[in-house]
């Protein structure tokens, strides 16, 4: 059955490449001439260079079993969820068939879960998130500061949930390819730590941003700047040689990685910095990254410097391993190391949510499966991005667990105030995303029903005047007196509390309710 399922999923990777690869050309056409076109058609040229250039990259571009995935942690779920689960944001991990391998491996152990996808760019992901269209982020890279400022003003618990899905690739432009240090194949050095790549790229600065904290500690004067390779103890002709740096233009997303991971969050660089941005090869009809531009210049410039990947390899120039600190060892940058996450300048691939989604099994369950041994097991076949190890997985499990006690708290001190026939409940109405929802078993006692929930299904079933309906954890589907219905948002527990939208008592007991801002009162008819 895996095999057959991995088949099928190579089928539908191969489709997908054609039928691009088609469009692409025909948009492409051969070599133009830009001078002859206006600005709104060098966009939409370039947009079809970049859709050309992943195309190409579709290929699997390494064999799977170099990675052994045995410890990782298997997803064997305890009940089956119902519901739709809406993703904005990165397009590539549909482009590569990735995303449809992980739904299609979900739904054989959810069936009734319903994907709706909107996975156009990874700037997309937050815009969806806080205007409530998207209850995944799918991100191909860290969140940037404006992202996390502007969700937070929209987020109840005031941060949002940062799931790691996978590890970037080693190569594969597009795919969030390890960043990498690369200095002329004459220069004697071999390794650097991260504090003397600060030294070299960064410049004095008075803290950095830890997310949407400032912190004042990592703070550096300019007596840590390095600005000439004696400084790094080379000698003879280099030693009163000036470093020249290059980089990625700070429109782009790399600089901004490079700051948290090297400057620890500092936002400033060496004065003496080039800025490098993509270009467009006419002929071929393709993107040129400015990678391609940054190793030209250190092949023609022995004392230049430039960080890009390794996708950009090539004779003249080599990569420096790095090292953590000078405590520690350096690691070349490999898929060995970047599965190990030893080293230093591996990148993220993200999925954000609203914390409060870890206590919604619908998201919760897909988010926890991604992160498993069969999610990881498909991003090794996929064989682009590279899988998280064993403790990296866990992290992420553990991660989702803290969101979900953080979520019990939410909805015991809600302020939301639920009452029947006047009388106030024990426990809160509950804003959850959007939602008002209500603590069921609280609603029927005292409408003079009954309640009762199965530990065993997980299904809780209510009774009034003869009316039977019974829903279960994690679930937007239903049955009231023996037929199927369906919720817009699923029911589940939280705090031993069975939860359900307002109009799951309404559609099933044909009460009465009344929404006042996070207050609900129900009235008998």
Known sequence: MKHLRLLLCALLILTMALSTCGAVAESTGGAVDPTTMTPEELVQYYQAARAAGTNDRLKQWYD????????LPEYNPDFEVSGTIRQWGSNYIEDSGLVQMWEAEFKSFHPDVVFEDTLTSSANAF????????????????????????????????????????FGSYEVRGWTFSLAIFVNSENPLESLTLQQVDGIFGAARSGGWKGLTWDPTVARGADENIRYWGQLGLTGEWENARIQPYGYTFSY???????????????????????????????????????????????????????????????????????????????????????????????????????????????????????SKQGQTLVAWDAKYVPMNAEYCQMQWDILE????????????????????????????????????????????????????????????????????TVKHGNVNYELAGEKRVLSQPCFIVNDLMYVPVEYVTNTLGVQAVVDGINVSFTLN
């Open 127 to 166: 815009p969806g998130l806080i205007t409530g269209q998207a209850d995944i982020g799918q991100m191909g890279r860290e969140a940037r500061y404006h992202e996390l400022n502007g969700f937070q003003r929209q987020c109840a618990l005031g941060y949002a949930l940062e799931i790691s899905t996978c």
């Open 253 to 371: 997303n790399f600089p901004d990685e490079f700051e948290k991971k090297v400057f620890q969050g500092g936002q400033r660089w060496n004065e003496d910095m080039i800025e490098v941005s993509n270009g467009l090869n006419y002929e071929t009809g393709r993107v040129i990254n400015g990678g391609t531009y940054m190793i030209e210049k250190v092949k023609e410039d022995k004392f230049a410097i430039c960080y890009t990947g390794a996708a950009f390899l090539t004779d003249g120039v080599k990569m420096l391993a790095l090292a953590k600190d000078e405590n520690s060892p350096a690691y070349e940058n490999n898929y060995e190391n970047i599965h190990n996450a030893t080293y230093p300048l591996t990148r993220g691939i993200f999925a954000y949510a609203n914390p409060l989604q870890a206590a919604n099994p619908v998201v919760a369950e897909f988010l926890k499966y991604i992160t």
């Open 402 to 469: 803290d969101a979900r006690q953080k979520s019990d708290g939410y909805f015991a001190e809600s302020e939301g105030v639920a009452q029947v026939n006047g009388a106030v409940l024990e426990h809160p109405a509950v804003d959850f995303i959007g939602t008002m929802m209500v603590p069921v078993a609280e609603v029927v006692n005292a409408l003079g029903g009954t309640y009762t929930y199965d530990e065993e299904t997980y299904a809780a079933t209510i009774e009034l005047n003869n009316i039977v309906a």
């Open 64 to 71: 799977p079993a170099i990675f052994d995935l045995s410890d």
